[in-house]
């Protein structure tokens, strides 16, 4: 038998990478809208109206659909449940390249980067083909409805209940900060289902249906102009007891797998969601300030943390194949986007000079790079906090000691001033 080296083995592989980015170059070629076209809707959540936010997740739908159609959808995923089963790699291939046209399936970010992984590794059989086809095709749109006014950083202290009537739960309370929920289609819930045990082992996770009874969003009108972000009240809302995911009282710990896959979500970015390399430089060339030494250095320092965002991502995709969740990579990089975000749009607004000043239509690249200045705080606050992350860091990979929590084995009714 011939023995195969490690330099002829990483040869295949990186042929095998090539001919997928060849092949995903060919397929977008052939089909997505060209970045600038009138028809570019890439950018879709600058939307500042309810009638551009369900335009833009029309056409997130038409396009989902088409990957779908092509072979081209959720790639990690078995094929049983719509993918192709194949690498992250691969995914993040046809992320990148996708990234050079004016589409997007943004709308089902939260239902294949979040909820999907989740139902693939805690949900029953019966449950993945119900949920996952439906939603690899774009067909429905998901939400999460995990942060309440009082439980923010503090997650596990939450008070939305779901008391247990026959083969139904009663659910009761508030969610915020739930981006989308007023155009979704199904939800991602936690609920208290025990008071009696500590704030962690008396929750649940469950799957909603987002046009139930009792079920009112809000949006939240931000900074940036536009109302992605909503509170959602839920009031005597009727869930199936089938729709509960994973173990009743576990729902702790199937949350976390969102979490993880959450900050995964918004690292894998490489820069989350905002204005790149390509769009910087053409903004340099745009100005004709591309000979000006310090342009060129702050252009540079800019390159400098993309590769290193990059670099942080191929290691974060290392761990998931060797099947650990990446909850202490996924939260370094959500630190350093968010610092990314800022950092480079506050260049491109100081190349742009005094019409940085201008938004929409009437700045350069159609006020992009305003968008992401202002946008920067709900990449530094969604996910969980820089504060919070700073935490995953400094206990799971410094190992420092946690915080003394002095409520952690006591049961939540007495926490919670029910007792």
């Known amino acids: 038998m011939t023995r195969t080296t490690r330099t002829e083995t990483e040869s295949e592989e990186e042929s095998e990478f090539v001919e997928f980015r060849a092949r995903a170059r060919e397929f977008l070629a052939a089909h997505a809208i060209p970045k600038g076209h009138p028809d570019d809707f890439s950018q879709g959540y ?49 992320a990148q390249e996708q990234g050079r046209y004016g589409v997007s399936n943004g709308a089902f970010s939260v239902g294949i980067g979040m909820f999907g992984p989740t139902m693939l590794m805690h949900g029953t059989e019966e449950q993945k083909r119900r949920y996952l086809l439906p939603l690899a095709r774009g067909e429905e749109v998901w939400c999460q409805l995990f942060s309440e006014p009082g439980a923010g950083s503090d997650l596990a202290g939450l008070r939305t209940r779901a008391d247990l009537d026959g083969d139904l739960y009663l659910v009761n309370g508030q969610k915020v900060w739930n981006s989308g929920a007023h155009l979704a289609d199904w939800g991602i819930l936690l609920a208290r289902t025990d008071w009696d045990v500590p704030k962690h082992k008396g929750i649940t996770y469950f799957v909603v ?29 009727h869930i199936p007891r089938e729709n509960v995911l994973g173990a009743v009282n576990d729902g702790w710990r199937v949350a976390n797998t969102t979490l993880s896959n959450e900050r995964t979500l918004i690292g894998g970015s490489g820069g989350g969601g905002g204005g790149g390399m390509r769009d910087l430089l053409a903004l340099v060339r745009e100005r004709g300030l591309a000979g000006d030494p310090v342009v060129r250095q702050r252009v540079a320092k800019t390159y400098m943390r993309q590769e290193i965002l990059r670099f942080l991502g191929l290691k974060m995709q290392a761990t998931m194949r060797a099947g650990r969740a990446p909850a202490a990579e996924a939260s370094i990089m959500k630190i350093l986007i968010g610092d990314h975000l800022h950092e480079t749009a506050d260049l491109a607004l100081a190349l742009e000079g005094p019409a940085a000043s201008l938004s929409s239509t009437d700045a350069p690249q159609g006020g992009a790079w305003q968008h992401q200045l202002l946008n920067q705080f709900s990449t530094k606050f969604g996910g969980g906090t820089e504060q919070i992350q700073r935490n995953v860091i400094g206990e799971r990979v410094l190992g420092l000691p946690s915080d003394i929590r002095v409520d952690k084995d006591r049961p939540f009714r007495e926490v919670a001033g029910l007792a």
């Open 46 to 94: 600058g939307a500042h109206t309810l009638e551009g936010e369900r335009h833009y997740q029309e056409r997130c739908a038409w396009w989902q659909g088409l990957l779908f159609e092509h072979g081209w959808a959720c790639l990690t995923w078995p094929k049983e449940y719509g993918g192709q089963g194949l690498t992250s790699k691969h995914a993040r291939i046809i």
């Open 209 to 237: 249906d987002m046009h139930s009874p009792g079920i009112e969003c809000r949006p939240i009108k931000q900074i940036t102009g536009s109302a992605h972000f909503n509170e959602t009240f839920l009031t005597d809302v």
